[in-house]
């Protein structure tokens, strides 16, 4: 008798208790089930144990907050909600955070510009569009900017005030093409390098812009750069030199040593036209010394206004700024590595001390431009938002216990 | 279920939603205060969404279980599942900024992506597979009924050898009968064989059928395990019998073929159903965590 598949044939082979019983691929998918909710919750249930959020944090904090990271309600706060940001008292607790501007209209919250949970970044910098959330369209109680109102970008950044303006007032000559290219001088002979300190207050620039304490060049002084090359001789017969200062302190100083001159040589009395007093000589000397100095020797750097003589001539005022960019914190240890030139490229050329000598922004942008391969063209890489010239001191408030018991 | 022209819908839809959630990112990527995250508000919009379809692909489970519910037509919710679960993923990317940056995120994104990829590879699986279960193996049974339909068709050869051995009543005999099949053989049993092929057949029988019979997939070295090799086989045996027991000799072979049948379709039924051990519990956990990080993440 042949095999046949009847239906009735078929039907007699089925065990009808078969849907009752677990076969191991339905099973398996249970256990697997069950042991994958189980572990995934034992695995928050360690750290819950422990009292541990690190599972939760969207990211990892910076190096300074570390030690909070197991906590999230030191920052974000028990009142915390939907759509609740870390609030602003929370920062104050232990940062000081001076205002921006007094003419800004709002000031917005500190994780608005300082945006955590994104790792080993630098916090303080904070984002550009924490900026650009009033400089892209800049409006001011006062309802005039102090600065451009249009700025969304740094190739959008306008021209530097300072380079902007076509000569600067310094009060002094002085011939850089001179001294550069005919005496070829290095930068370095007159302008110190960076590495040299400046002074503490020259670390705040006027809108609060700390800078590192090797950003500045040093302003050269006539002691420390000048005077080898342009010694303030009075007179052949004198081996003193006159004091770099102003001529009321100069006139007494030149008296003083024609004076004690004459009393130690007596015989130059009456010699080449001189007078025979010793009161007369000192005054025809005095006369033909300041009058060397006035119209020679200090005239080559300094202008003056002297109606009634050299005691009480007017030095008009110096300007050097300590600070060329004060609003913004440009670091020259930074830019160690370019020559001078590349940057201050008419130092070279220019012949008279009121041309402005600051490379413009397009001499920046060929480094610090938008993309992968830039310097870095974001706002805080030049500015500083908060005004620390008004910064308050933070009184410490825990004590190391208190602090280690956070990330025990 | 097959990817044809019905579900065009819902692919324009899927499509059409994606569009949407990249062309909402752009502006957002470019111009929200410190760029995409989880949670800003259309972070927290591209999450809700998210979690919602995944929520949704994982209720089929929950509406296979109660199939008397009358909540949308099984189909609907089937196509639902495909769809929308392969989209939450691109819209769960959106909602994290291509970014898992915690521990919990971590463990979320690599859930979302494996059960994502592994719900694709099933659904390609449930494409294919079942088309080709329908061209090879034509004597498909319940899968769960293989072991207790192995056993019959063991019963089966053995009445059938019983039959052909059966004249000297002290043989013993080699099965018992207990299926209808095998007690209608057992009682048609006329044989021609003489002694010789008889005990022959007896050898061939419990040194290569039974033990191919009793473990089919652990047998690959048999030559019953293969059409050909088992056709020749049956060849031979026929050559050296009496032309009276060729039909019965056929009836083996046929018990063979169907035994060779059931390893195929055990093998693609493991393949058709295997992927769900690892996106079922997956998809499981995926949803407890997923929701665990949305209350957290809520709170915080």
């Excluded at chain 1, 000598?357 to 706002?379: E, Y």
């Excluded at chain 1, 500083?384 to 001191?393: A, C, Q, V």
């Excluded at chain 2, 994502?116 to 769960?144: D, N």
């Excluded at chain 2, 008889?198 to 690959?220: C, I, Q, T």
């Amino acid at each position: 008798m042949a095999r046949i598949r009847t239906t009735k044939n078929l039907g007699q082979r089925v065990d009808r208790t078969y849907l009752k019983r677990l076969y191991p691929i339905p099973l398996w998918r249970r256990i697997l089930t069950v042991a994958g909710v189980l572990v995934a919750l034992l695995w928050l249930g360690i750290y819950a144990v422990a009292r541990n959020q690190t599972p939760y944090t969207s990211g990892a904090l910076t190096p300074a907050h570390a030690f909070l990271g197991k906590k999230c309600a030191v920052c974000h706060g028990d009142s915390a909600g939907i759509g609740k940001k870390v609030d602003d008292r929370q920062c104050a607790a232990c940062h000081d955070g001076p205002v921006h501007q007094a003419s800004a209209t709002f000031n917005p919250a500190c994780v608005s510009c300082h945006v955590e949970h994104r790792g080993d970044v630098r916090l303080s910098a904070g984002i550009d569009a924490g900026c650009l959330q009033c400089h892209a369209n800049l409006h001011t109680k006062t309802g005039v900017p102090a600065v451009a109102a249009k700025i969304d970008s740094f190739a959008n950044h306008p021209e530097f005030a300072k380079k902007a303006s076509s000569k600067d007032a310094t009060g002094l000559r002085f011939n850089h093409q001179k001294h550069v290219g005919e005496l070829s001088q290095k930068c370095a002979d007159c302008h110190a390098p960076a590495e040299t300190a400046q002074p503490a207050s020259q670390h705040l620039s006027k809108g609060g812009g700390r800078v590192s304490s090797h950003a500045l060049i040093t302003i050269p002084t006539y002691a420390g750069v000048c005077l080898p090359c342009h010694a303030l001789t009075i007179d052949d017969k004198l081996t003193e030199l006159a004091p770099h200062d102003k001529p009321e302190v100069v006139h007494p100083f030149v008296q003083a040593q024609f004076t004690q001159y004459i009393a130690a040589h007596p015989g130059d009395l009456g010699k080449d036209g001189a007078p025979g007093s010793a009161k007369a000589w000192v005054d025809f000397k005095v006369a033909a010394a300041e009058k060397k100095l006035l119209e020679e020797t200090c005239t080559r750097c300094h202008t003056f206004t002297a109606p009634q003589g050299f005691a009480t001539a007017a030095v008009t005022p110096t300007a050097i700024p300590a600070r060329w960019f004060t609003k913004g914190s440009f670091d020259h240890s930074a830019h160690k590595e370019l020559t001078c030139a590349s940057c201050h490229a008419k130092a070279a050329t220019s012949t008279v001390a009121a041309d402005v000598l600051l490379p413009g922004i397009g001499v920046c942008r060929q480094c610090h431009a938008a993309g992968s391969a830039s310097a870095g063209a974001s706002c805080s890489t030049c500015h500083i938002y908060h005004d620390w010239s008004k910064e308050k001191p933070v009184e410490g408030k825990y004590v190391i216990d208190q602090v280690s018991r956070l990330n025990p | 279920m097959r990817i044809d022209q019905s579900h065009r819908p819902w692919a324009v839809a899927t499509v059409s939603i994606l569009l949407v959630a990249l062309l909402a990112y752009i502006p957002y990527q470019l111009f929200y205060p410190g760029g995409p995250a989880g949670n800003t508000w259309p972070g927290l919009c591209y999450g809700v969404l998210g979690y919602g379809m995944m929520l949704f692909a994982g209720l089929l489970g929950a509406r296979k279980r109660v199939p008397l519910w009358r909540i949308g037509r099984a189909q609907v919710w089937m196509r639902g599942h495909l769809w929308l679960g392969a989209l939450s993923l691109p819209i769960l990317l959106l909602h994290a900024g291509f970014r898992a940056r915690g521990p919990l995120t971590l463990v979320l994104a690599i859930l979302l992506t494996v059960v994502v990829l592994s719900g694709i590879t099933g659904a390609l699986l449930q494409h294919f597979i079942p088309k080709r279960m329908t061209q090879v193996v034509h004597l498909e049974t319940i899968y769960e009924q293989i072991p207790h339909v192995r056993e019959m068709l063991f019963e089966e050869a053995g009445a059938i050898v019983d039959s052909l051995c059966a004249v000297p009543a002290n043989l013993p005999a080699v099965a018992s009968h207990s299926t209808p099949a095998a007690v209608a053989v057992a009682e048609d049993s006329p044989s021609d064989l003489t002694e010789v092929q008889r005990a022959n057949l007896l050898h061939v029988y419990r040194s290569g059928m039974v033990p191919f019979l009793r473990d089919p997939e652990g047998n690959r070295s048999s030559p019953l395990s293969s059409r050909a090799k088992a056709s020749a086989w049956f060849d031979a045996l026929r050559r050296q019998s009496p032309p009276s027991v060729h039909e019965a000799l056929s009836d083996l072979e046929s018990i063979f073929e169907e035994e060779r049948q059931l390893i195929i379709q055990r093998k693609l039924y493991l393949l058709l159903h295997g992927w769900l051990l690892v996106h079922v519990p997956l998809s499981v956990t995926l949803l407890v965590l997923g929701g665990i990080h949305a209350f957290v993440a809520i709170h915080y």
